[in-house]
Structure formats: structure tokens, C-alpha cells
């Protein structure tokens, strides 16, 4: 859009990190950072098994330990009524019923369905003295049959979890037409059939949970310092789990390290330390191990996906059918159930034009740690799916995968395109971004690198995936922002959408000032203020700059036509003589002339600031879109994979900062990989046990992985918010997952292996080719 500027990508568009000295020099402010007078420490007991009725909780001695204060168990939380949690799922599944909600307890009661529950809270003068307490509350248990898989909770006969979920099935959704389907699946030319894993992981962010809580009894409001990704859909969601009025629940948040969708739900551990705090008429405050956080945060994906193409004769594809089955958990979150419905229905075709579409959608419980919205939500699965199905097709057909996506992509002139699950995609050149990628990574040249790696002994391929997401408006139906320019001639932004380690101290503050014409250090960005009432949507789904960023060019555009018309004022002439430069305005004629922080001084008298305002949008879905191409060395003899090229092409609509989108887009690739090439969280199938519950357990991607991304842009501005901005937080794991598998292998299949599922270690790509070697002996 922008019809009324010049392109934001004709702007100088770098800017430096505004928040970056403050965070290098230790100058940060995280959670554990706050520390109130008189604060008592917290410490959770947790279960240590997956499936057991709780005999007895007998906290008799923990509760004598000198410094103890307080001991809560599951019989504090159901008396409090902390036991019903929020939920975002508001689709109806085939039966015509909402999703299975189970009552949760904030401190389990009556039954632990996973290892790492909370069991009790003990709070103490110290957490030295809280721990000690922790070893003395004795719990005995009758164990349960435990189920870890979310394909073996749905089978008969497993242990059911939830006495309302029948064969564990909290959530049953189907789109599209299964007939139609399964009809063209039947006359098809070629049929291509692929089951995939996109494995359970743990989000880990540096900086790991903690919960400060104060109470003032007075009023009955409490204040959380938490980590977080937006202060009102928190607050909203502890309401409904506590009871507590929202506008009696203030939430501080400054710097926060890490969230990747974990910081957006919330968590029993927060409610229990609010009865802690109410109990003890004293501030109470826990921070996660490192541990705890393997046990307790939410984790992410877990989903199994069967997948049927058809193709015509001409390489054409006829109709997709895929089953999902998704865990969520021993109990549904608050946003991970509809994340993983609505995104891969949203996307369940790719970029792809497809006549006949059927995915039906399973969410089951199991005796795991609840799953929630992690990087992509959804959308890095069923791309998995896509991506590989086409990538199989290709190798069956003896087609070039290039090639048979070129056949398939939505073309430039069909735009928008409403796709068979009712979604309109806005325009988009899926065959132009590929195109640019495929010259970027070489792929010409791809076979004369694969003869040097086989004369070397090595084995090489080249994966490529094309993808498209949806970013949501949100759960909000506007998002605002509060302008004011200051008599210093700064100017002072406050947004509800918080960062944690997006940039948006940055970009925030150079949109507004480029919009003013003044220098980018000038424009203060403030997150998480209370005190500023604003309607507005958690960072999250890579919808932030579209929402919360148009915002701030709507309200910086609103800001400067009232100095204008100030200045105008003051000056004796009409607005329309006014020129605005540099941060100042100027009298056409006469040259006379007024800065911004003048005017601000000027009208200033108490409460009267002439130059503050709320400015709101409301916008509609965006659909970024890219290309990935990965090149990759397989060492037949130690199975060890060296990623030797990179190249990502993104159409994320206009850029406004590209050192930051290329940091977002790096970062998402890399988490992408660490998920194909290690990150697994796995439990023992017969205990439930946490068998990755450390870093010693749990593979991280690491830093030498790759030398270089080549990252270019091949944007089509949106014109469904002011900025023309689409997203790019997360197609980077989107696209990195299915590239990444692709590559691997197409190295692979020289040497007879097929197939191979996440996580494709150094082991298991040591096995599959060990495999191969002996079936064909």
C-alpha cells in the first residue's frame, strides 16, 4: 500500500539495534531480575510418575522445617477453584462438540497424568530452605498404566487418561470433501502415500521460566512479573483460571529471553504462587531449573501425519488426503489445540493448486507434558507433510522435484486464490520466489558438486520446499499504540505486543520515525504498560509488524498532521502551508519555523498534552511466503551430515529493517535443523518416563552448523495492512524442516535408503545406510 509515500524499501532501512547496548553491557531486566521486600521463594514438588492416583500428599514435616511459610497442595488449588484453564479452540469438531476440557488443577489432585505435574508449592524464607523443605513431603502413589504416544492412545485397549475423553480423543476435525478425495485418488494416474513424524521438541529459550507475585490485600489485585509475549492476552487468561477480575491483575514484563510461543500460555506454576501470595500476605517468587523447564514448560509439535497424492498423467496433482494425529499432552493449553487445528487447515494445500482436498485432524491425550504453540504452530507440520509428499511423488515419477512443483504452484494470475479449505490467499509469486532461489543456491550446477562428493566417497543431495503460512489478525479484533511527542522534542510509543528479542524497540521506533523525520533513537518504545490501557495482540505467528507495526505508522502519520496543524496555528497560516522536515515545521513562505518538542511544550498544562493519541488498525490475514534449498555431505561411514549450502528467498511484503529479518530468518532456519538433525524430547514407552530431560539428553543445534545463509527478497507488498507488510518469524522453520529431510535424502537414495523420519542423526542415518547395505546383500 503506502500509496501516499514512497516505499518503505526505497528507504535507508537499516537501523541499529536500539535495545542491543542495554542487553550486551548485563544492563537487561529479566523476571528473576525483580526482587520485591520481604519476597518468599517457591519451589514446586513434581510428580515422578506419568500415571498414578495420588494416595496421599503428606507434607506434615516439610511444613515444620524452620523458614517454611507456607505448604499448598492440590486440595489448596480445587478449594480456590483453580482449575479450569483458558481455551482459544472455539471450532466445533465432526460430532458437532467443542473440545475436551478436563478440569486441571493448578497442584494436582486425585490422579498426576504426567512426570513433572505439580504436586505441592512449598514456600519458604529462602529457596535453600524451600528445596530442603521439598525432600521432606512424601508422596505415595498407585501407579497407572501409562500411554506416551498419541497413535497408540487412540488404539484399543490403552490406558485412558481423562474419564470423559473416550480412547483419548480430546478433539476430532475434518475439512474438505472426502468423497471427492477419495474418488480422485482412485482415478489417479499415480498415487504417492507417505507417513511422516514431526518429533516432539522443547523450546528452551535462554532465559527460563520464573513468576514473581504480589498480593495487596486491599484492593485484592495482584501483580505477576513474568516473562511474556503480550501483557493482555495473559491477563485474560489468568482471569479465567483464577477467578480474579482482569482489571485486578496487573502483568510487568521488561526484557524477556526467548519465548518461541511458550511464553503465551498460562501456566498452573503462576496460580499457585498467587494463592501462595495471598496465603502469606507476602511477595512470592519461583524460577525455573533448567530441568524443570524439560519437565514443566509446554513443548512443541508432536504430530504424525499420513499423507495421499494424486497426479495426473501430466505430472498434474488431482487431490491430497492427509490424517493427523496430534498429542497435546496430558491436558489441552490454551492456545496449542487451536493453533493446530486452524494453521494447517489454513495451509493444508501449500502452494499448490489442488482440486480435491480431506484432512481429517485427531487430538489426543497422552501421558506427556501438554504441547503448545511452538515456532510455526502448526504450520512447519503440515508443510513437513506436504513438502515430502511432493518431494516422494518426484523420486516415484522420476520427475525433477523443481519441476513438478513448477507444474502444481498457484499461478501469478489467479491471485487471489480461495483454496478448497475456504482460505483467500492474497497475491503471491510462488514460481517467482522459487526461480530466484534456484539461481541464488546454484541448483544447476548441483549434479557437478554431487560427482565431486562421490569422487571423494561422499554422498550429496539438494532438498528444496516451498511454503506459505498464515498470520492471523489475532485474538483481538484491533491492535493500538499511544503516540505522545515529549517538550525534549523525543517522542514516547507505548504498544501491548512484547518483544523478546524480535527487535521491536528498533522497528517500532523507525517506523514512527521515519514517518516524523527525526533520528530513530528520539522515538522511546515502551512494552508491558499498565498504566496505558490498549487494546492490542500478543507477538506471536508472525503477525506483530503487519498489526502492531502498521499501528505505529498510523499513529505517527496522526501525530504528525496534529503538530502540523499546531504548528500552523502558531504560525498564522493554513496547515496545508506547513511543510514537515526533520522534525520540524516550516512556513512555506517565510521559512519560519517550529520544532516538534516546541509544540509539545506549547499546548502542555497539566493534564492537557496537545500531542498525545491512541491510534488503532484492524487487518486482515497476511500469507509470507518462501523457498528453501538445502545442499548437504553425508559421510557414508559415520553417517555424519555437513550442510553445505543454504539459500532462502522470502516474500514477506515490504521489509522495514533487513538486518533483523535476515536475524529472524537465520535463526528460524537453525532451530528448523536442530529439529531434522537431533532435537528430540522422548519418553520411555513403558514408564512415561522423560528419558531427554537435560542438556546432556537433548540435542541443541550448534553454532558452526552452517557458514553462511544466502537470504535474498522477492517481496509483493500486502495490501491488507497500512505497511504492506506480510510476516517473517517463523517461515523460516517452516521451510527448513521439509528442505533440510528433502536434502538428506536425496543423498540417501543412491545408496537404497527411502525413507527415514526425524530426527536424522548422525546414528540413525549411520543405521538407515547400514540397513540398506545388508537388504541388498
Known sequence: MLTDSEPVRDRPRYANRLEDARLVRGAGRYTADWHLPGTLAGVFVRSDRAHARLVAVDTIRAAARPGVRAVLTGADAVAAGYVRFYQMMSLLGVDGRPIVQPERPVLAHGRVRYVGEPLALIVAESEAIALDAAEHVVVSYEDLPAVVDARCALADGAPVIHAHAPRNLAFDYAVGDANAAAAAIAAAHHVTRLSVESTRVAPNPLEPRACLVHHDAASGGYTLYLPVQGINMMRIQMAKLTGVPEERI??????????????????????????AAQRTSRPVKWVSTRSEGFLADTHGRAVAADGTLAIDASGRFLALSIEYAIDLGAYPTPGGPAAHVRNPVAGMTGVYRIGAVHARLRQTFTNTVPVAPYRGAGRPDCTYAIERLVDQAAFELGLDPVELRRRNFVPLDAFPYRTPSGIEYERCDFAGVQQRALELADYAGFENRRASSAASGMLRGIGTASAIE???????????????????????????????????????????????????????????????????NHAGGSRTMAGAGSACRVAAKALLERARALAAEALHVEPSQVDARGGCFIERESGRMLELGELAARGSDGDTKPLALTAEVSTGSTFPNTCHIAEVEIDPLTGVTRLA??????????????????????????QGLGQVFGEHVVF???????????????????????EAITHDERPIASERNPLGAKGVGEGGCVGALPAA????????????????????????????IRAARSARA
Open 741 to 768: 529431510a528433502n536434502a538428506v535424502l536425496n543423498a540417501l537414495r543412491p545408496a537404497g535408503v527411502d525413507d527415514l523420519q526425524m530426527p536424522m542423526s548422525a546414528a540413525r542415518v549411520w543405521q538407515a
Open 645 to 670: 549450502r543454504y539459500t532462502v528467498v522470502d516474500d514477506c511484503g515490504n521489509v522495514i529493517n533487513p538486518a533483523i529479518v535476515q536475524g529472524q530468518v537465520h535463526g528460524a532456519v537453525v
Open 684 to 706: 520411555d514407552s513403558a514408564s512415561g518416563q522423560l528419558a531427554s530431560g537435560s542438556l546432556l539428553d537433548y540435542f541443541l543445534p550448534r553454532a558452526g552448523w552452517l
Open 250 to 275: 496487573r502483568i510487568v514484563s521488561r526484557d524477556v529471553g526467548g519465548s518461541f510461543g511458550q511464553r503465551n500460555q498460562s501456566y498452573p506454576e503462576y496460580a499457585a504462587l498467587m494463592l
Open 470 to 536: 498464515i498470520t492471523w489478525p489475532g485474538v483481538f479484533p484491533k491492535d493500538e499504540v499511544r503516540i505522545e511527542a515529549l517538550p525534549d522534542g523525543s517522542v514516547d510509543l507505548v504498544s501491548v505486543t512484547h518483544s523478546s528479542g524480535q527487535g521491536h524497540e528498533t522497528v517500532f521506533a523507525q517506523i514512527a520515525a521515519d514517518v516524523l523525520g527525526i533520528a530513530h533513537d528520539r522515538v522511546h518504545v515502551r512494552q508491558t504498560v499498565n498504566e496505558v490501557p490498549l487494546t492490542g
